[in-house]
């Protein structure tokens, strides 16, 4: 903890000893009839716009943990709401900087697929468990509203506000649908501007949106109007949401293992669409018959050429050459793998050479997978065919999707003093969940007691205010991230966001939803699921089929927040909607 940190906490202790020694409210907030006068005149202004006077004599309320103090009032649980939520900030940033320094260590694999991502949604997943684990049945399906609100307010934070900024401060000049890294000379144009992302962005986007399933489980009977089914949806929800955080975690930790034989593959790919340009110029268009097939004795001559000793076959020398001579600049390539794949396609004797018969075969068999992925297609000057040209872009756009194999900016050198950062790492992880469990339930009162002071709903304080506290650290890394204006950067900003709303949906869902069952609550959100729905699908939507996003897109990120809250607002302060 830094010096500034201990002294805020000094301050802290010092100025909570001034205020009363009451907590949470026994008393319950007034409802709408509780407003009538003589039975004539009604309120017709909701009651949440009203405020309570400063002070109440006649509510009282008991200590969080018996020594932690609190205030009846405004002012004084506005207080403790920026205390709680700034405690909750550094428990997320120890969180955060723990996590990097250990997957600096361990690298990603388990550590970083499923220990980190449950790591960064801890703050989160410990302010749900609390909001309802709180007192009697009654006060816990009071107090559970607060972490609904935090579990909707997070995600549609991540997904508006924070990823419409990760666009404007990474924007770069568009070319050809593909941001150029470390380029931004057109200003703010919204069409020609943006930042670009891989194809495993896209993959996690829409995993984003499958993870919304539990959400259509637990609310099926409210749109059925069933009353007897509910406590069942709910348990089925939980079930299918746990297996869905256990296969998401499999996920993580598998994918760089999958990324990686991807990328080797479409590599692979690369250099067959290399070769066969290569023999097409000096073939000088014969390489096709007029129909289109592979022009068999072209092929002999060139092999021909490619034999350099005149031996009858081509060593694994020989094919290094050829490689080298085509210059594939487009991609970091290792020339002995392109080799030895090169072999397993044509060397069928097993003998380490390639025979004539063999590279014709191996030649023909790339020519007609060309033909598949390219098309057929005759070039309008030369009457030629063009699907190899074409095969080769569509290699390229494939690769540049994929993006780069390193998995950093800077060069990754030994770590030094790996003990020292290891036992540091685990030290700041230790205590920002230290920080986190033993701050959760004082956030919680403090906001139910905010909202029983001025009756306004607990959900639109922990939706606007508590997402701030436990996702800040996160917001300012991802934006911070996005500014260094290159395409994996943004990729992996993008993909970090999407990952956090998905372990909102799985796991944090996992812990409200086995709160609800345990404790026998009411599952009574439908508003809240409907807006949780509506931005990840659109989001989820809006990325899964494109990897560029121009500078207009920001627009609709930052047109749903706003919505998402007045839709909340309409659907259960004016009609009711549960």
């Not at 002012?75 to 428990?91: Q, R, W």
């Not at 991540?158 to 941001?179: E, H, N, P, Q, Y």
């Amino acid at each position: 903890m830094t010096g500034k940190n201990f002294l805020f906490l000094i301050f802290f202790t010092s100025c909570l000893s001034s205020f009363p020694s009451h907590a949470r409210f026994t008393a319950t907030r007034p409802s709408p009839t509780a407003l009538v006068s003589d039975g004539v005149s009604t309120v017709e202004n909701p009651p949440y716009l009203l405020l309570k006077p400063l002070v109440s004599a006649e509510e009282t309320c008991e200590q969080s943990y018996g020594f932690l103090p609190c205030t009846t009032t405004v002012l004084g649980n506005l207080f403790l709401i920026l205390v709680y939520g700034y405690l909750m900030y550094l428990a997320a940033t120890y969180l955060s900087n723990g996590s990097e320094l250990l997957l600096e260590i361990l690298g990603p694999g388990i550590v970083g697929g499923l220990f980190l991502p449950m790591l960064g949604a801890l703050p989160d997943a410990m302010l749900i468990l609390v909001s309802g684990l709180s007192g009697t049945a009654e006060t816990a399906q009071s107090q559970v509203s607060v972490g609904m609100g935090l579990l909707a307010g997070s995600t549609v934070m991540l997904l508006t506000l924070i990823w419409g900024s990760c666009v404007v401060v990474g924007k770069c000049d568009l070319r050809d649908s593909f941001a150029v890294d470390g380029t931004d000379t057109k200003g703010f144009s919204l069409t020609e501007t943006g930042v670009s992302t891989d194809i495993w962005t896209c993959y996690a986007a829409r995993i984003m949106a499958i993870s919304v399933f539990p959400f259509l489980i637990v609310q099926l009977p409210q749109v059925l109007h069933s009353t007897s089914g509910r406590h069942l949806a709910v348990l089925i929800a939980l079930i299918v949401s746990i297996l869905m955080l256990i296969s998401y975690c499999v996920y993580q930790v598998f994918q760089p293992w999958i990324q990686r034989r991807r990328l080797a593959f479409v590599k692979h790919k690369h250099v067959i669409s290399g070769i066969l340009r290569h023999l097409k110029m000096h073939s000088f268009g014969r390489l096709l018959t007029d129909d289109g097939e592979p022009n068999t004795e072209i092929i002999k001559k060139l092999f021909e050429t490619i034999d350099e000793n005149h031996d009858g076959a081509l060593s694994p020398t020989e094919l290094r050459a050829l490689i080298i001579g085509i210059r594939f600049e487009e991609i970091d390539l290792d020339k002995d793998d392109a080799v030895r794949k090169v072999l397993e396609d044509f060397d069928t004797s097993r003998d380490s050479l390639v025979q004539e018969d063999e590279f014709v075969r191996g030649i023909t068999k790339w020519i007609y997978e060309a033909k598949q992925i390219g098309g057929a297609d005759i070039e309008s000057n030369s009457g030629t065919y063009k699907f190899i040209d074409d095969f080769h872009h569509q290699t390229k756009r494939e690769h540049t999707l994929l993006g780069p194999e390193e998995q950093s900016d800077e060069v990754v050198e030994s770590v030094e003093n790996p003990q020292w950062i290891s036992f540091k790492a685990v030290l700041m992880l230790l205590l920002g969940t230290i920080i986190a469990a033993a701050f959760a339930d004082p956030l919680v009162d403090a906001v139910d007691n905010f909202s029983a002071a001025t009756s306004i709903p607990s959900f639109f304080i922990s939706f606007i205010a508590l997402p701030l506290a436990t996702n800040s650290s996160e917001a300012v890394s991802a934006i911070i991230f996005a500014s260094r204006k290159k395409q994996r950067t943004a990729s992996l900003t993008f993909s970090e966001l999407y990952g956090a709303v998905t372990m909102n949906n799985v796991l944090c869902l996992s812990v409200f939803l086995a709160l609800v069952y345990v404790r026998g609550l009411t599952w009574d959100f439908s508003s809240e699921v409907l807006v949780i729905l509506i931005v990840c699908l659109v989001m989820g939507a809006f990325a899964s089929f494109r990897t560029s996003f121009p500078l207009w897109t920001c627009s609709v990120a930052y047109i749903l927040y706003p919505f998402s809250l007045g839709l909340v607002y309409v659907l259960d302060y004016v009609f009711g909607w549960s």
